[in-house]
T-cell receptor, first 114, second 119 residues
Framework: NAGVTQTPKFQVLKTGQSMTLQCAQDMNHNSMYWYRQDPGMGLRLIYYSASEGTTDKGEVPNGYNVSRLNKREFSLRLESAAPSQTSVYFC?????????????FGPGTRLTVT | AQKITQTQPGMFVQEKEAVTLDCTYDTSDPSYGLFWYKQPSSGEMIFLIYQGSYDQQNATEGRYSLNFQKARKSANLVISASQLGDSAMYFCAMREGWNSGGSNYKLTFGKGTLLTVNP
């Protein structure tokens, strides 16, 4: 099992460009998440999908959109990238809601917006 | 107010010694879960250990144990017999609200503690 995979690993964008970060999990998990990690800070939730067909905003959703394509895949789109979106992006998944389910993380995507 | 506080930006420990990484949390929800994750320099997030608010015993996973003091709202990670490979950033995180709807899904992270294990 690959676990949680993310593409690309690295990306450089110019201000105003758009891109989609891809995430897939092969653990048959119901819930998926997108976080960003900025220097000196822990991870902050951007969007999550509790189950296939649903998505909801997290703590820092502005400037992002998501799509839960199917149970396996959850993508994050930046429509018009800004330098403030320079960050490391992590996708995660868990069996379901409820606080005892740990989240499994992908390797991250390092995004730089110039 | 911060929900998760990790007061030690950096810690040093000698190989084979034990080390405690501090974590305090703030919630009014009686039902919550606490997690520790390790982030090595390669960047991935690795789940280490979980403690539920209703769990009667402190969680243990191999060399990792969680010193859970509910009244003090602390959930310190203890690593026994440190190894060079334990050098990494460690994050404490909390998931609230079994019955709180949306917040049930979010992990709230602390800012992390950078652990360095010296040979």
């Amino acid at each position: 099992n690959a676990g949680v995979t993310q593409t690309p690993k690295f990306q450089v964008l110019k201000t105003g460009q758009s891109m989609t970060l891809q995430c897939a999990q092969d653990m048959n998990h119901n819930s998926m998440y997108w976080y960003r990690q900025d220097p000196g800070m822990g991870l902050r939730l951007i969007y999550y999908s509790a189950s296939e067909g649903t998505t909801d905003k997290g703590e820092v959703p502005n400037g992002y959109n998501v799509s839960r394509l199917n149970k396996r895949e959850f993508s994050l789109r930046l429509e018009s990238a800004a330098p403030s979106q320079t960050s490391v992006y992590f996708c995660a998944s868990s069996e379901g809601p409820g606080q005892r389910y740990e989240q499994y993380f992908g390797p991250g995507t390092r995004l730089t917006v110039t | 107010a911060q929900k998760i506080t990790q007061t030690q930006p950096g810690m040093f420990v000698q190989e084979k010694e034990a080390v405690t990484l501090d974590c305090t949390y703030d919630t009014s929800d009686p039902s919550y879960g606490l997690f520790w994750y390790k982030q090595p320099s390669s960047g991935e997030m690795i789940f280490l250990i979980y403690q539920g608010s209703y769990d009667q015993q402190n969680a243990t996973e191999g060399r990792y144990s969680l010193n859970f003091q509910k009244a003090r709202k602390s959930a310190n990670l203890v690593i026994s017999a440190s190894q060079l490979g334990d050098s990494a950033m460690y994050f404490c995180a909390m998931r609230e609200g079994w019955n709180s709807g949306g917040s049930n899904y979010k992990l709230t992270f602390g800012k992390g503690t950078l652990l360095t294990v010296n040979p």
